[in-house]
């Protein structure tokens, strides 16, 4: 058999099962997701299942794999001191994956994929700020990131949310520029 159409089927397969799966975790939680299910709804058997996950679990731990190395990729590629661009970034690899992202952050994601995402983020945040400011405390780093992520989590959520109605440069320049709008930081 050619390999270049052994692979095409594969990544075909691969495919239809991640669609699948990720339709079925936007309804309910991976726990409630059987393997039957999945295969219905990709029209394929158990046994091709089978040959490339274990189980729901595995396939969740799959994509959120792929896309937590996009965003680690994207996150070491570029400079601290352009946050914009890199924000843009971010935004498409999100936009890009926008399925997923949406799945993940419903409530039947999965929020220790975040926290681990969360996590990368503030180590590259924090080398950047003590970079800017050496005198810069641990604690004052911790605390700003927690304000600043939760608020650009939100944003996201809400960009999910309204079906990714503006483009993901426009999301990418609002948090850019949100510490400036000081009508919004009345309350």
Same mark, same amino acid.
């Given at each position: 058999?050619? /390999? ?7 990544? *075909? ?5 991640? /669609? ?8 309910? =939680? ?6 039957? %299910?999945?295969?219905?709804? #990709?029209?394929? $058997?158990?046994? &091709?299942?089978?040959?490339?996950? *274990?189980? #729901? ?7 959120? +794999?792929?896309? *937590? ?10 400079? &601290? ?7 843009? &970034? ?11 992202? %949406? ?15 969360? $996590?990368? @983020? +503030?180590?590259?945040?924090?080398? #950047?700020?003590?970079?800017? $400011? =050496? +005198?810069?405390? /641990? ?26 109605? %503006? =483009? =993901?440069?426009?999301? @990418? ?15």
């Amino acid at each position: 058999m050619n /390999e270049e159409k052994k692979d095409r089927r594969v990544k *075909y397969t691969q495919k239809v099962i991640k /669609e699948s799966f990720i339709k079925l975790l936007k309804e309910k =939680p991976v726990s409630k997701i059987t393997v039957s %299910e999945i295969c219905k709804n #990709a029209d394929i $058997n158990r046994g &091709t299942f089978y040959l490339h996950y *274990y189980d #729901a679990y595995s396939l969740l731990e799959s994509l959120e +794999k792929e896309l *937590y190395v996009q965003i680690e990729n994207t996150l070491k590629n570029f400079s &601290t001191e352009n946050l914009e661009n890199l924000l843009e &970034t971010i935004m498409l690899v999100i936009f890009n994956n926008k399925d997923i992202c %949406e799945a993940l952050l419903s409530e039947h994601g999965d929020e220790q994929f975040f926290k681990k995402v969360l $996590n990368l @983020a +503030k180590n590259r945040s924090r080398e #950047a700020w003590k970079a800017q $400011n =050496p +005198k810069i405390t /641990e604690n004052t780093i911790d605390y700003f990131f927690s304000f600043t992520s939760s608020g650009c989590i939100g944003i996201i959520q809400e960009w999910i949310k309204k079906g990714f109605s %503006e =483009p =993901p440069q426009e999301i @990418a320049s609002f948090i850019t520029n949100i510490k400036k709008r000081k009508e919004l930081l009345m309350f």
